[in-house]
């Protein structure tokens, strides 16, 4: 096997395009918590990387038997990687990012190891049971928690139901995504969840920034809108480009979430979903 073809086989696992949705989590999560220690920031960018990365080399391992139903262009039944390389490789992420977060601080280790433990929970029972995308908005939470921890060494209310409006998002979207796989009529009410960010901007910023969040909530309504035509299409249904618009729309989901950024600030989560949207058209997002 080529060096080429192992790379993306690699790179396909880890489902690297959606890492910028990751690095808006941990940016948004550290302003929320007050912006502060940005020399620990780097830990929680590459502690929480790992962990994502790690995560979904698990996911396709428990994942084998479906994906060798339902998608054999995946890495594992393709041949392109063995069951236990990607078992290994996943394990030792897992390990290292999870590490890397306790040089982010105490609250970040810890909140750190649960992510994993929640991740791996996910990853092994999510095909079975029908509260897994619970468990996938519970991860983006406490991404959320965990940067705001290595901030300020403490979690304030707005970064619970910022975090809390995230995982509404990716929610509705994982709900979606079930049906990218398999047969079956996609259900309305995953709609409702997608909004949260939008309906807490509106309530939450009624002074000083309300003009910023009307805009920035206006730019992801009109995003989601784009992402789902292509999932709510009678004639030319096509779930994985709404799953993979909406995925690349968590960015500006986090940024909605402060609204009262900087400019600096603003032109990172610019260039995080330039960058999504741009890697998506290397590596599947799903």
């Known amino acids: 096997m080529s060096l080429a073809r192992k790379l993306r086989a690699l790179l396909i696992l880890g489902r690297v395009s959606n890492l910028p949705t990751v690095w808006s989590n941990c940016l948004a999560g550290w302003f929320l918590g007050g912006a502060t220690f940005v020399e620990k920031l780097p830990f929680v960018f590459v502690g929480v990387s790992l962990l994502y990365v790690g995560g979904m080399f698990l996911n396709d391992a428990f994942d084998v038997e479906f994906d060798t139903q339902h998608r054999r262009e995946r ?59 619970v ?11 965990i940067a705001a921890g290595s901030a300020a060494g403490e979690i304030t209310p707005t970064v619970v139901w910022c975090g809390l409006a995230v995982a509404g998002y990716i929610i509705g979207l994982s709900f979606i995504a079930r049906r990218e796989s398999t047969a079956g009529a996609l259900s309305y009410w995953p709609l409702v969840p997608l909004a949260a960010p939008i309906l807490l901007a509106l309530l939450r910023n009624s002074q000083g920034y309300r003009g ?58 610019i260039v995080l979903f330039l960058l999504a949207i741009g890697l998506q058209r290397l590596v599947p997002a799903t």
């Open 75 to 133: 890495p594992i039944p393709s041949g392109a990687i063995s069951l236990s390389g990607v078992w290994r490789w996943g394990t030792v992420w897992l390990l290292i990012g999870a590490t890397a977060l306790f040089f982010a601080g105490l609250l970040a280790g810890i909140l750190g190891l649960l992510l994993a433990g929640c991740i791996v929970f996910y990853d092994a029972i999510h095909k079975n049971v029908s509260f897994g995308p």
């Open 135 to 145: 468990l996938m908005g519970a991860c983006r939470l406490l991404i959320y928690l």
């Open 212 to 269: 910023q969040a009307l805009l920035l909530a206006a730019v992801l309504a009109l995003w989601i809108a784009k992402s789902l035509r292509y999932a709510l299409s009678c004639a030319d249904r096509n779930i994985g480009r709404s799953v993979s618009g909406l995925l690349a729309g968590i960015v500006l989901v986090d940024w909605l979430a402060v609204a009262n950024a900087p400019r600096e600030i603003s032109a990172a989560f």
